[in-house]
């Protein structure tokens, strides 16, 4: 069947000599793996690598067989030039981090026009922002929405957050409950948007405590999570 579709590129790995393969998460059919023949020394073909840096907004054409294997690009266009994204350096290593999230946690072969909608959205969002240190932190709690554990807030003066069942609470239950200054941020993020989120005032020892915490409360939810190896990097840039 050929499929034409909106899609983000969440990641390329070189394949051999020549060739790529990539993640791409598409409008359609979500989560697609492609193999892209030649990509690396063609200066003629139709598809050039600078086409699957990660988060890259690609309009696509392929050969859907839904045999779980690998999918073949009939045609790929970048649908929309980002600014800055990946020239302007710390927004870069935000992409980076991003995106390696997004490998590890998205893994679903079908449609979800809300979590597309979503990304693309918000990284649209990032490449116009002039202050996103705040960024990542929200991206990511607002993430977990479409990924199915987003903090209940139903009971959200409490002072106590259960990490393990994603619930506000009376006093600690399990050794996942957390209290004080993270879950004070976290109630306030769960409050803003992308446009107010900046409001949020936090030094490098509150960013990375909380950046911590949402890293632990994914590896709780998400089977087989993985800490992006770029977090080190992410760390120093905001430092």
Known sequence: MLVTTNAIVVSALKYGEADLIAKIYTLSHGLRTFMLKGVLKSKKGKFRASMFQPLTRLDIVFNHRDTGKMEYLRDAKVREMYVELHLNPIKSSLVMFLAEMLKNTIHEEEEDPLLFEYLENSFH???????????????????????????????????????????????????????????????????????????????????????????????????????????????????
């Open 125 to 239: 969002f990032l490449d116009q922002a002039s202050k996103f240190a705040n960024f990542h932190l929200f991206f990511l709690l607002n993430l977990s929405r479409y990924l199915g554990f987003l903090p209940e807030r139903t009971e959200q003066d409490l002072p106590v957050f259960n990490l393990l069942e994603g619930v506000f609470q009376t006093i600690p239950t399990n050794d996942y409950c957390v209290e004080g200054k993270n879950v004070t941020l976290l109630k306030q993020f769960l409050e803003v948007d992308f446009f107010t989120l900046q409001g949020l005032k936090l030094n490098q020892s509150s960013r990375n405590d909380f950046l911590n915490m949402l890293l632990l409360y994914y590896e709780l939810h998400i089977e087989n999570f993985r800490k992006p190896k770029s977090l080190s990097v992410l760390n120093e840039i905001f430092s």
